[in-house]
């Protein structure tokens, strides 16, 4: 079963425009995970934050985490076209251990 | 710093058959896990291995085993193979002992399943 849902499910932009992703998850949790993936292939780490954590910080990422609402989101600013890709919110919780619960993902596509 | 690797890239089988594929964690790592991913949809959790026992289990059917060798490395086995099997399979690494494995996981590349 998956977890979280990323809204919106596709974001179309221009270079430098900003690209927010949304995640919504349904039980308590232990960490958040944002991973990339372009075309089908691995995915890649782009941060983690944890449930007592509200904002985080890498380079042109931003994380927020708002447990009350079971909700995250990713914000891109000054998007560039080598940010087009597929995005996953994963999360952890005491009951499923270590084991990542993922959601379907948000497709950016960035045009230049 | 060697990070996850998968083999092979790709794989073409057909019904009934049985398939391994095999993951080497990143250096330092001892966990491994396994995950699906159907076209379209987000990675789902198959099952973990940890001091060479299946640690945690996903909703997979018993047709999905796994193995972990000392070295750490793993195999994921499927047989009887369906045509809804075809998915990336991507394997993940963590170092359990690093605060209780509650630490970013890291992905390999995938292997390309495809049954016919």
């Known amino acids: 079963s998956q977890q979280g849902e990323e809204d919106p499910q596709a974001l179309s932009i221009q270079e430098g425009e900003n690209a927010t992703m949304n995640c919504s998850y349904k039980t308590s949790i232990n960490n958040l995970q944002w991973y990339r993936q372009n075309s089908g292939r691995g995915l890649v780490h782009l941060i983690l934050i944890r449930s007592n954590e509200r904002e985080k910080h890498s380079g042109r990422l931003r994380v927020t985490l708002d447990t009350s609402k079971k909700s995250s989101s990713l914000l891109i600013t000054a998007s560039r076209a080598a940010d087009t890709a597929s995005y996953f919110c994963?999360?952890?919780?005491?009951?499923?251990?270590?084991?990542?619960?993922f959601g379907k993902g948000t497709t950016l596509s960035v045009s230049s | 710093d060697a990070g996850v690797t998968q083999s092979p890239t790709h794989l073409i089988k057909t019904r009934g058959q049985q398939v391994t594929l095999r993951c080497s964690p990143k250096s330092g790592h001892d966990t491994v896990s396994w995950y699906q991913q159907a076209l379209g949809q987000g990675p789902q959790f198959i099952f973990q291995?940890?001091?060479?026992?299946?640690?945690q289990r996903g909703n997979f059917p018993d047709r999905f085993s796994g193995h972990q060798f000392p070295n750490y490395s793993s195999e994921l086995n499927v047989n009887a193979l369906l045509l809804g099997d075809s998915a990336l399979y991507l394997c993940?690494?963590?170092?359990?002992?690093?605060?209780?494995?509650?630490?970013?996981?890291?992905f390999g590349p995938g292997t390309r399943l495809t049954v016919l």
């Open positions: 994963a999360t952890d919780s005491r009951q499923a251990g270590t084991a990542l619960i």
């Open positions: 993940a690494s963590i170092n359990r002992r690093v605060a209780g494995g509650q630490s970013t996981q890291y």
């Open positions: 291995y940890y001091e060479e026992e299946e640690r």
